[in-house]
């Protein structure tokens, strides 16, 4: 429901083939971190998951990274729209 929603966002700003784009790809990663960290919350001792969990993140940020260095209003505007922190610069 709510990827639905944020892909009719990305369709009209974008064209309809382009959901392979840094946008898309940080909020489907955003998406899996929601649910990996409710899956842990529940199951603390799952090993596997929390190493799913920090791949996951690590790839997350190296987009953010990416898209902040390229587009800096972009990446301002989707870390509001997806409620997550803005990385630390060195």
């Given at each position: 429901?709510?990827?639905?929603?944020?892909?009719?966002?990305?369709?009209?700003?974008?064209?309809?083939?382009?959901?392979?784009?840094?946008?898309?790809?940080?909020?489907?990663?955003?998406?899996?971190?929601?649910?990996?960290?409710?899956?842990?919350?529940?199951?603390?001792?799952?090993?596997?998951?929390?190493?799913?969990?920090?791949k996951i993140l690590g790839?997350?940020?190296?987009l953010l990274s990416y898209?902040?260095?390229?587009?800096?209003?972009?990446?301002?505007?989707?870390?509001?729209?997806?409620?997550?922190?803005?990385?630390?610069?060195r």
């Amino acid at each position: 429901m709510v990827k639905n929603s944020f892909i009719s966002v990305i369709s009209q700003e974008e064209k309809e083939e382009n959901w392979g784009s840094v946008e898309f790809q940080i909020f489907s990663f955003t998406n899996k971190i929601r649910r990996l960290t409710s899956h842990l919350q529940l199951h603390k001792k799952d090993y596997l998951s929390q190493r799913g969990l920090r791949k996951i993140l690590g790839k997350r940020q190296r987009l953010l990274s990416y898209l902040s260095k390229k587009n800096k209003m972009g990446y301002k505007e989707l870390i509001n729209r997806l409620d997550i922190r803005e990385l630390k610069t060195r």
